[in-house]
């Protein structure tokens, strides 16, 4: 399996990640792609990827949560460190919006300009991006509009069938994880293509600081194992018909890397 989104660059899991990958690796997991939220992050995913160059993806980018939560004057230096990094990397994100916290005008305004900005960087440069988009969905189809040429992975996709169909025609694949399912019914899916997904965990659930490595990765096997034989009794085929489907719609965003 191939893990579409996580955070093994979470901090508090450093002190722990050889246990934690090679358990991972045990438990049959062949790479993780990363999400990237701010630039002390993306050193972390640095590390890693020197450590682990086979195993984990580095996909950065600036955070809505960060977005939020920075000066105005330290998101410039930001970016330009992104646009720096942004040549080496196979993936950018987490690119997005989130007003689940502040939806007021102001935070609308300037979460859209750092999502576009980061958005444009990844057009010009030909490379897919991860979303992250939370009750801002009408916003970035408009941006998704208006920028030609983006194509990447909707990151923890829970929106309507109708915002699937309008993210599915613009070129994205709904990376699909426990937020996705929870309180789901396998009719609430019938709209979803074979084509259409690609599992991902988001672990480590920050709500949970992670007690051990074996505890981490068990949960983190379990959650993706929740997915995956949902939908293979959602298409009623097997369980490992779903792996290869995901890995294939991965390949499509970023074939080289997952050979
Ligand atoms: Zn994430």
New binding site residues.
Partial sequence: MIDA???LSDPRLQSMADEVVSRLRAAGMRRVIL?GVNPDEWRLQESLAKNYPDFVLPVMGI?PWTVRDTEATELEPMFRLLEEKSGKLHILG?IGLDFHQDNSPAQKTKQSKWCERQLRLAAALNKPVVL?VVRGHDIMLTLLRDIKGLRGLI??FTGSPEIARRYLDAGFTLSLGPRTFQHKKQADFSWLGQGDFVLES?APDYKKPPVSATNLVSEWIKTLTEGSRFLASLWNIPEAEVWRRSRENLAYHIDNMLA
């Fill in positions: 989104h996580c955070h999400g955070h987490e992250h990151h923890g988001d």
